[in-house]
DNA sequence: GTACTTTTACTCGGATACCGTCTGTCCGAGTAATTATGG
DNA sequence: CCATAATTACTCGGACAGACGGTATCCGAGTAAAAGTAC
């Protein structure tokens, strides 16, 4: 019961594009390098999150992704669902229904309740940090050179 | 990012441990069956629990597990834990040190905090719920006939 | 110079292979109660 | 009747096979800008 690593790596790439300038698109194959991820893969998860409306893409010559929404409306919760699907973190097996030989219609768990209570303690706090909010993290004089070198890259990989 | 189904049937089994009278413990074999559970897997299991001081076994004719403390100081989240490891929700793979160029030993991540603050919340919940209390959630009039045939069960089943 | 075609450089989406982890199985070793054996 | 040995029925713990999902790769199709071509 781990989080992906794609999820790390979508919230990345966003970050990124937050960075970009209006109307301005990068081409996947820049931020997967940036990202020293996998070039397809990271692709992939590009598309998913196209498919999310959180980005868009734009195809043909001069094409590549942008953000689809103010990075003040993207929050690492919206990413998490993109990447991982909506299902929940607990889905009980029905063992309950073994142990005390119910009925074949009930299907009630004791842990249901607790785990979906502890799920939406868990999923509040990932909606409570927007990407914008996690950038603005970012800035602070102790990055400043090498958000300076990013920002020069980001100029140099985009177009239009 | 799912809880592994091990989990839940290690927590019912520990709550059929709990109704086991003081003294008497029961054999794997009968604790799997009753849980419609693969008997080895369901073995390696309890094995964890033992494991983590939550049971004990008693080996040998007339052997098997029993609770090794009161349940109203087992917790879910300590069964969680017993099985599944103390291993963070979110572990970062690094990729903020590549976005950034960061040198070699810099090893910060922007979500490793919201990630950690998330996993607190989340494990708060779980510790909160005790084997005990969810025994006694479970000691409803609407279950009263089926739990009078588990303990009879139980009662079986058991060894000295 | 304009309209059309070709080229180019991207994204899109599916098929597929790889690999680590969870699930499940098997077997030999250890242990303790019971039973059998010998004096 | 008592002491010792064999049997029995468990747990212990490791090794290993299978299934599944996340990771990663490849390829053909679609698209739009740019470049080339024809008139």
Known sequence: MQMKTGVEQAIYAISILEMLPAKAVLPGEAISSRLGASPTYCHKLLRKLVNANLITSVAGVKGGFKL?????????????????????????????????????????????????????????????????????????????????SLELWISEKMVI
């Open 68 to 148: 689809n929404k103010k990075a003040d409306f993207i929050t690492v919760y919206d990413i998490y669902v993109a990447i991982e699907g909506q299902q929940s973190l607990y889905s009980s097996c029905g063992i309950l229904h073994d142990v005390l030989q119910l009925p074949t219609e009930e299907k009630k768990c004791m842990l249901t309740d607790l785990m979906l209570q502890a799920e939406d303690s868990w999923k509040n706090i990932l909606k409570s940090e927007t990407i914008a909010s996690l950038v603005q993290q970012m800035r602070t004089p102790h990055y400043e050179q090498e958000l300076q």
